[in-house]
């Protein structure tokens, strides 16, 4: 493995029953990137990243993230990777400070400055202002907020976001986007995000990957794609442009 992968797979694969949710994938994730995880509904994309935190055992192939094989040291590689997932799930009785006090507790981060640390979260995703709210009570876009708060609170090297900003409204989302594009810049988090929302890709993904029917069917920097399919770079074609000229072609 090259040093500055943070994630490489080979051949990963995953079977049920006689499908291949995902087939014989190869992906390389550099340290410091942040990659955008295309492909329509049903592609493989959770799939992928539960076998990358461990979650899912691999039908085939191997994975490697922050140099650790996530079927056998599943617990290392849940100490450096925030995963937030489809549907964050939350519980509703509690406020958001003590949200974020019961995941330290449950990585057992030290209590030393623990409310600091809280706080600082809070205002990093803008929810210093809710700090008393139940969480029952916070709109969707809160409760991603949330989400990401604790996530980050363990200082994870990587970021896995699955569909963060579905049903966040507009300015929602480009403020999700423009908070996950901080973090990759401020604090060198790597990111491997998958999204439908291709306007907001393009704008922070350093590459891209589409996956179609398990299979990763191109990867690279949108220039190169655009170069590939159209024959010019990035500035004349969108992801959009791009990601359905894969598509129809498959
Ligand atoms: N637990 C499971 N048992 C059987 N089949 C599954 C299971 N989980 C996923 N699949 C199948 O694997 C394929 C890939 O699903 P996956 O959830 O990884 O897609 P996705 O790319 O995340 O899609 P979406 O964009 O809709 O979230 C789908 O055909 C799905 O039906
Ligand atoms: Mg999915």
Do not use: W
Request: hydrophobic fraction near 40%; charge should be negative; include cysteine.
């Amino acid at each position: 493995m090259q040093s500055d992968n943070i994630i490489e797979t080979v051949g990963l694969t995953k079977r049920y029953q006689r499908q291949k949710a995902v087939d014989d994938l190869s992906l390389t994730v550099t340290e410091g990137e942040i990659f955008g995880f295309l492909g329509p509904n049903g592609a493989g994309k959770t799939t992928t990243l539960l076998m990358l935190m461990g979650l899912s055992n691999p039908s085939g192939g191997t994975a490697r993230v922050c140099g650790l094989d996530p079927t056998r040291d599943p617990k290392e590689v849940k100490r450096l990777v925030g995963y937030l997932p489809e549907n964050v799930g939350f519980y509703g009785d509690l406020n958001a400070v003590q949200s974020l006090e019961y995941i330290a507790s449950l990585n057992a981060l030290s209590p030393e400055g623990l409310d600091r640390k809280i706080l600082e979260m809070l205002e990093l995703v803008g929810l210093e202002e809710n700090t008393g709210k139940k969480v029952a009570a916070f709109s969707r876009g809160m409760k991603q907020r949330l989400g990401i708060a604790e996530v980050l609170i363990k200082d994870p090297k990587v970021l896995f976001l699955d569909e963060p900003t579905l049903g966040l409204d507009p300015e929602g989302a480009i403020r999700f986007m423009e908070l996950v594009e901080s973090l990759n810049r401020d604090r060198n988090i790597t990111v491997l995000l998958s999204s439908h929302n291709l306007y907001q890709v393009q704008k922070i993904s350093h590459r891209v990957g589409i996956m179609i029917e398990g299979r990763m069917v191109a990867s690279g920097s949108i220039g190169s794609l655009a170069e590939e399919k159209f024959g010019v770079g990035e500035k004349e074609y969108s992801l959009e442009e791009i990601y359905m000229k894969y598509f129809q072609e498959v």
